[in-house]
């Protein structure tokens, strides 16, 4: 079995199997055999049953009588779901994904912003002004970059004051997350922090309008990002193609 550095037996198997399911290796409607698990992951019998418990918690699994255990339909999966985000978006995300994500934050972030302008509190200043250091000491470190963003617009959705507007954070973060894995790893990006300091200060001013607009410049900052890397991936592979092949 792949391990995944931090979690137990139990998680390593959930993390496996769901990994697996959402990469397609399992389509939908096929019936799964929790034999062949156990001999895959080499654990027991237990760890395999407990994970797919998990998993049909998440809507990936159903078990009926007669039927054994199958994969369910991936409208029935629980897309939101924390974990279901992080493993679409862990190895080779799709453009369909990358896209539903950065529409999501079109729509969450600007109205998060207008409510943080009028409604932040001198913590929740703080909290993005520490998240805004962190960003600028991280330099080049790639890892620290992404976790300093993160808290930013953690703290930017926290500063809304909306219990139900704060837990789409878990979308933010697999949008972002993907994003700037994928932007911050090629180490060829656009300086982020003077759009980040002018959402900031709008919103410390308490003027929604212009932290609605430095969303804006933000969302489309990193769009130009993203799509110059990726286009970059596809010139790569283009050139590698046309390359003269070694004769014998």
Same mark, same amino acid.
């Given at each position: ?22 990469? +397609? ?58 974990? &279901? ?12 994904? &990358?896209? @539903? ?10 109205? +998060? ?43 930017? &959705? ?6 139900? &507007? ?34 900031? @200060? ?6 929604? @309008? ?39």
């Amino acid at each position: 079995m792949v391990t995944h550095p931090g979690k137990g037996l139990h998680g390593q198997a959930v993390e496996e199997l769901g990994r697996r399911i959402i990469r +397609g290796d399992y389509p939908p409607g096929s019936v799964v055999d929790p034999v062949k698990f156990e001999t895959e992951l080499g654990v027991s019998k237990t760890v395999v049953r407990e994970a797919m418990r998990v998993l049909a918690s998440k809507g990936l699994l159903e078990s009926k009588q007669k039927r054994g255990t199958t994969i369910r339909p991936r409208a029935d999966w629980n897309l939101l779901d924390s974990d &279901l985000l992080r493993w679409q978006g862990s190895s080779a995300p799709t453009d369909g994904f &990358l896209e @539903d994500l950065a529409e999501v934050r079109a729509i969450v972030e600007p109205a +998060g912003a207008r409510l943080a302008a009028a409604r932040r509190t001198p913590s929740d200043l703080d909290a993005m002004r520490q998240a805004l250091e962190a960003m600028a000491a991280a330099g080049t470190d790639a890892d620290a970059m992404v976790e300093a963003d993160l808290a930013f617009h953690r703290a930017l &959705l926290d500063a809304a004051h909306n219990e139900l &507007l704060s837990r789409m954070e878990v979308v933010i973060e697999a949008g972002l997350r993907v994003r700037d894995r994928i932007v911050h790893g090629a180490r060829h990006f656009s300086d982020s922090i003077p759009v980040h300091r002018e959402l900031l @200060d709008a919103v410390e001013a308490g003027d929604p @309008d212009a932290a609605v607009a430095a969303v804006a410049s933000l969302l489309a900052q990193a769009s130009d990002d993203l799509a110059a890397v990726r286009a970059g991936e596809d010139h790569d592979d283009a050139a590698t193609d046309t390359l003269p092949k070694e004769t014998p």
